[in-house]
RNA sequence: GGCGGCAUAGCCAAGUGGAAAGGCAGAGGACUGCAAAUCCUUUAUUCCCCGGUUCGAGUCCGGGUGCCGCCUCCA
């Protein structure tokens, strides 16, 4: 099994191995810092976290660079409005930007390089062009002349002679031609400015990348990634100058992700069609999003609606609620008999195979849907084991704990499962209002033993045992048939937050995590 | 006008020649005091349409239709 990449430079699937033969080189397009982060980015940094892994997990050293692109117009004009410099709206943005990440799973990068740091790199670039006659100076700008580089439009399939036919060129009296495109901008008034040998003024946008890929990982790279959006001209003007500057292969590979649409239309700042990465998480958990990011092919539109999340949160809860049920096992005793020895084994062989699907979902061109469904089989396998195995032996409990930690292992690839679902505690003053609503229950009534006797020693305990201790007392109820006390101390509970599950095994509860924005409960 | 992509059940979504994955929602059932969780059964004889190739097509070819992206900053 070998891993299969869509290479967009050739339009096909091709197979993948390292130009090195363990290192893999690649670098993505980062985003433009001058404005929050909306779920069409996430998707491109979950897409290539997964990628990242992935290649990781075939064994190879991925050196793994993406960059931020810190002077741009749109960031002249957003800093000027709120009264900040560049370098401040950056920083802010940056803030944001890794804590959000970190709450999406994913993994930092080797090095996440801004192209004002790298004013020197840019120069020696255009340099370097200006001397093989690809670029040229006009009235302080400097243009790379498209015509000289024959390769032009080979990632996009457009070529000069069309695009020069189209209407949407700019006309600017200083380009040779209207297919050329800045390398270097004389800077205006009042905006960011540094030297340069043709004088004051800043980098173009699309000669950073290929400045920063090569500076940290070479002329040639193997995997080359960013937005569908990106193609051209973006990538098209970075192949023109890297290629132009080196005479060598830019990049072996081109990966783009398709776009997160909403209403059928593209999520994009300047429509105001989006969704922003901040209101997502401040409804549902990094996780969900990231595998609601995963539930599409990367690279197919993801269309986000109203439910999409929370059918998200569905859908990983089942997994969620496998994960914890099988934490939650007590181990056999070594001399537990073994029954069912055939059904165990026929089951070991199940998540074997059901792994090699997982891997092989991955290989063919990372197709994540694919890969999550198996975990999905995986999962139903399992349950309905533990349904027909009634009693636990050890080694019908050691294929439960192999199950687990397979889908824990698949998960990793995919950035899902990681975490056991914290039972993060409560507050004191929650705990105290759990007891004000339930000492309320009581009210008029005995409730006996331990609850009358030592109120408030309890309220002295970790929250943990306090709920057990009114589990414990439902339970009391329950044997005595008083259900309606019963059923009011689940509800009470259930306003805190917590679900209580009754089975034959006695009582287990758990923590649910609510969805702040529209308070419906998407428990996981 | 040019380049590219998509069209599969109520919804999301896999599937590039050989009996239509998976999830969500719905229906019925098992379990349960009731819930929850879990399991079982069930939901596409028309895979946008029309032609063609083939023993056989969602899958290949030709022609339509619809939607989307890029060609201007954009993941």
Not at 385 to 398: H, P, T
Not at 449 to 455: E, K, L, M, V
Request: proline residues 4%; hydrophobic residues 35%; charged residues 25%.
């Amino acid at each position: 099994m070998s891993l299969r990449i869509y290479n967009a430079l050739r339009k096909k699937k091709e197979e993948f191995s390292p130009l090195n033969d363990n290192q893999v080189k690649m670098y993505v397009c980062g985003v433009t810092l001058y404005d929050e982060l909306h779920l069409g980015h996430a998707r491109a940094a979950v897409i290539f976290d997964v990628i990242y892994r992935y290649l990781k997990h075939q064994g190879w050293q991925v050196k793994y660079v993406t960059n931020f692109t810190d002077v741009d117009d749109k960031m002249i004009d957003r800093a000027q409005m709120l009264n900040l410099s560049i370098y401040q709206l950056a920083e802010r943005l940056m803030g944001e930007y890794s804590q959000q990440m970190h709450a999406l799973g994913v993994l930092p990068a080797l090095c996440y390089p801004r192209a004002t740091e790298h004013l020197p790199e840019i120069i020696d670039l255009i340099k370097r062009l200006e001397r093989k006659g690809l670029a040229y100076v006009s009235e302080g700008d400097v243009f790379f002349r498209v015509k000289k580089f024959p390769d032009y439009g080979k990632l996009s399939g457009q070529t000069p002679s069309e695009l020069s036919a189209g209407a949407r060129i700019e006309i600017n009296e200083k380009k040779e031609d209207p297919l050329d495109f800045a390398l270097w901008k004389k800077s205006k008034k009042g905006e960011p400015t540094w030297d340069s040998p043709w004088g004051k003024g800043r980098p173009g946008w699309h000669i950073e990348c290929s400045a920063m890929a090569m500076k940290y990982l070479g002329e040639t790279i193997d995997i080359h990634g960013g937005g569908q959006d990106l193609v051209f001209p973006h990538h098209e003007n970075e192949i023109a100058q890297s290629e132009g500057a080196t005479g060598k292969t830019f990049a072996r590979f081109w990966i783009h992700n398709g776009l997160v649409t909403m209403s059928q239309a593209k999520m994009s700042k300047s429509t105001g069609n989006f969704l922003t990465l901040r209101e997502a998480l401040r409804g549902y958990p990094g996780e969900i999003i990231r595998f609601f990011l995963l539930s599409a092919h990367y690279r197919s539109p993801l269309d986000y609606n109203q439910t999409s999340l929370k059918e998200a949160s569905l859908a990983l809860r089942r997994v969620h609620t496998f994960l914890r049920k099988v934490d939650d096992l007590a181990k056999p005793r070594e001399d537990t008999p073994v029954q069912n020895e055939e059904q165990i084994n026929q089951f070991d062989r199940e998540i074997d195979s059901n792994f090699d699907n997982f891997i092989q979902a991955l290989n063919d061109d990372f197709n994540t849907p694919l890969a999550i469904s198996a975990i999905f089989q995986l999962v139903k396998k399992a349950n309905l084991f533990m349904e027909k195995v009634d009693l636990l032996n050890l080694a019908s409990y050691n294929s439960l704990i192999k199950v687990r930690d397979r889908i824990r292992q698949m998960g990793q690839m995919l950035g899902l499962f990681q975490v056991k679902q914290q039972k993060e505690s409560p507050s004191l003053e929650s705990i105290n209002e759990l007891h004000q609503e339930l000492a309320g229950i009581f009210k008029g009534k005995k409730p006996g033993g331990y609850f009358s006797t030592q109120i408030d020693q309890i309220k002295s305990l970790p929250p943990k045992q306090v709920i057990d201790l009114w589990v414990d007392y439902r339970n009391k109820l329950r044997r005595e048939r008083n259900w309606a006390l019963a059923d009011e101390i689940r509800s009470k509970l259930a306003n805190l937050g917590i679900i209580l599950e009754d089975d034959k095994k006695g009582t287990t509860w758990r923590w649910s995590m609510r969805s702040r924005s529209d308070q419906e409960v998407a428990d996981i």
